[in-house]
């Protein structure tokens, strides 16, 4: 159960865009799509901003966006704001042997 | 709302159990599949357990199969996780969640801490 590969930093200014990859394998991120992100602040507990590769739950703002090609999925915040500053993480679910797979985490730094 | 309450995290020494609790409110907790998730101090997240809706099937991580056994009671709304021959690597939060789609957590708790340690 190998954990998914996310860079564990990124950075931008307010106003500007940034994107978080997370590469899994054919048994994972590319064979269903049923990628997830989540933000995290510290000392609290997870909060999905991303299901299914593109869906965002109801009450997460348009400026977090979401896609997947083959075996890497990416998230993209844009209009980056002070508040986004946070830990991201990235799942998957995986067939092969029905579990979930979590990435490293991406610290995301607003400038 | 929904509301997840993990209870039962302490201190334990290592070989010991322990068993938590996580009492759930505000959506039908018999038509949902649950999992644990725990973060060491300062690491990632890291998937535990998952159970099906109606508790028919479950899956654990290779690092707890054989240790660690998650039920639940739906009469209860409650999740469990069993917790057997602890060690110091177990040392996290644990978190439960609602799955509302293959792995898609939709709702967390605030997490209670387990410290395996002599």
């Known amino acids: 159960q190998s954990a998914l590969t996310q860079p564990p930093s990124a950075s931008g200014s307010p106003g500007q865009s940034v994107t978080i990859s997370c590469t899994g394998t054919?048994?994972?991120?590319?064979?269903?799509?049923?990628v997830s992100w989540y933000r995290q602040y510290p000392g609290k507990a997870p909060k999905l901003m991303i299901y299914?590769?593109?869906k965002r739950p109801s009450g997460v703002p348009g400026r977090f966006s979401a896609s997947k090609s083959g075996n890497t999925a990416s998230l993209t915040v844009s209009g980056l704001q002070a508040e986004d500053e946070a830990d991201y993480y990235c799942?998957?679910?995986?067939?092969?042997?029905?579990?979930?797979?979590f990435g490293g985490g991406t610290k995301l730094t607003v400038l | 709302q929904v509301q997840l309450v993990e209870s039962g995290g302490g201190v334990v020494q290592p070989g010991r159990s322990l068993r938590l609790s996580c009492a759930a409110s505000?959506?039908?907790?018999?038509?949902?599949?649950m999992m644990w998730v725990r973060q060491a101090p300062g690491k990632g997240l890291e998937w535990v357990a998952l159970?099906?809706?109606?508790?028919?099937?479950?899956n654990y991580a290779d690092s707890v199969r054989g240790r660690f056994t998650i039920s639940r009671d739906n009469s209860k709304n409650t999740l469990y996780l069993q917790m057997n021959s602890l060690r110091a690597e177990d040392t996290a939060v644990y978190f439960c969640?609602?799955?509302?789609?293959?792995?898609?957590?939709?709702?967390w708790g605030q997490g209670t801490l387990i410290t395996v340690s002599s």
């Open positions: 799942s998957s679910y995986s067939g092969s042997n029905n579990h979930v797979v």
């Open positions: 054919s048994s994972d991120v590319g064979g269903y799509n049923y």
């Open positions: 299914e590769v593109t």
């Open positions: 505000g959506f039908i907790f018999s038509r949902h599949g």
């Open positions: 159970i099906w809706f109606d508790g028919s099937k479950e």
């Open positions: 969640a609602r799955d509302v789609s293959y792995g898609s957590l939709e709702s």
